[in-house]
Nanobody
Framework: QLQLVESGGASVQPGGSLKLSCAASGSPSDYYSIGWFWQAPGKWREFVASISSSGDSTLVAASVKGRFAISRDNALNTAFLFMKTLKPEDTAVYLC????????????????WGQGTQVTVSS
């Protein structure tokens, strides 16, 4: 029922910034939390950030805290990931996912996923 579509991935230089979007449809926005994950080649899918259904609570991975921020606009049924001061190690496919508990940080706990969007940080 729930459909998620990511967009906004691009190739940028180190120190640059990007905004990723996660558009949702098929369920009211206040019924689910949204998590962002990343997956680099040969690596496990890893938690980046999450936000509660209301937007009142967020969780950000220690590795990106201070550089990445998550938000949502439920009127638009869209969640965002704002990224700044990007580093080469941020290169990955970024995926958004829906869950009922925003504090979940393990990928298998999320039941609905988008297709992913590629972020590449290089000179």
């Amino acid at each position: 029922q729930l459909q998620l579509v990511e967009s906004g991935g691009a190739s940028v230089q180190p120190g640059g910034s990007l905004k990723l979007s996660c558009a949702a449809s098929g369920s009211p926005s206040d019924y689910y939390s949204i998590g962002w994950f990343w997956q680099a080649p040969g690596k496990w899918r890893e938690f980046v950030a999450s936000i509660s259904s209301s937007g009142d609570s967020t969780l950000v991975a220690a590795s990106v805290k201070g550089r990445f921020a998550i938000s949502r606009d439920n009127a638009l049924n869209t969640a965002f990931l704002f990224m700044k001061t990007l580093k080469p190690e941020d290169t990955a496919v970024y995926l958004c996912a829906a869950d009922m508990v925003y504090s979940d940080t393990r990928a298998p706990l999320y039941g609905y996923w988008g297709q992913g969007t590629q972020v590449t940080v290089s000179s």
